[in-house]
Every structure is written in C-alpha cells, then in structure tokens.
C-alpha cells in the first residue's frame, strides 16, 4: 500500500519562496510517474506539475517559469520547488503517485 507525506507549506508573502517535498513508501517509486495538484477553496483541484519516471516535465500554464518539479529515486521523495509566490497560489497542495495514490495534503497561503 503506498503512503505519500507531503511537507514544507506555510505562509509565505507575495514574491517568497517555497519548497514542498512528498515522500512516499510502499512503493517502487522509480518507475511511476509524480504529480503534484493543489484545490483553492471553491475550487476544483488541478494539475500543477508532472513529472515521469524519465524525468519528463510538464506545468500548469499558471506556473511555468515559477515552479520547479524534482524527483529522487533514491529517497523516494517528489519536491516542488516555488518561486515567486502569489496570492493566487494559495491552495492545499497533494502529491499523487501513479495517477491514483493521494498525499493528505499541505497548506500554502501567500500573504501579505
């Protein structure tokens, strides 16, 4: 049974950083693809990154250019890198592993 634990969200201000990081077990992990999604209040959640086992990527149009997904294999962990933050970011954000398996989920509010 695969478990996903996200870590690293928080409030942060317009324009900050911030480094979310999931780490899973019961798992291969080297060969399934990672995701992260995050849902803002009244609304629906969303792809935010992808990223395979070959290490291809892809973002959500809202993100390119801001946000950085990052896998490794050896520590069974997916990171999402953040950069400047806005408030329109401010979601739940959760790892999905293979299309299927759900992290619990980390809060991130950008905030001045």
């Known amino acids: 049974q695969v478990q996903l634990v996200e870590s690293g969200g928080g409030l942060v201000q317009p324009g900050g950083s911030l480094r979310l990081s999931c780490a899973a077990s019961g798992t291969i992990f080297s060969i399934y693809t990672m995701a992260w999604y995050r849902q803002a209040p009244g609304k629906q959640r969303e792809l935010v990154a992808r990223?395979?086992?070959?290490?291809?990527?892809n973002y959500a149009d809202s993100v390119k250019g801001r946000f950085t997904i990052s896998r490794d294999n050896t520590k069974k962990t997916v990171y999402l890198q953040m950069n400047n933050l806005k408030p329109e970011d401010t979601a739940v954000y959760y790892c999905?592993?293979?299309?299927?398996?759900w992290g619990q989920g980390t809060q991130v509010t950008v905030s001045s």
């Open positions: 990223i395979t086992s070959g290490r291809s990527t």
């Open positions: 999905n592993h293979g299309g299927t398996s």
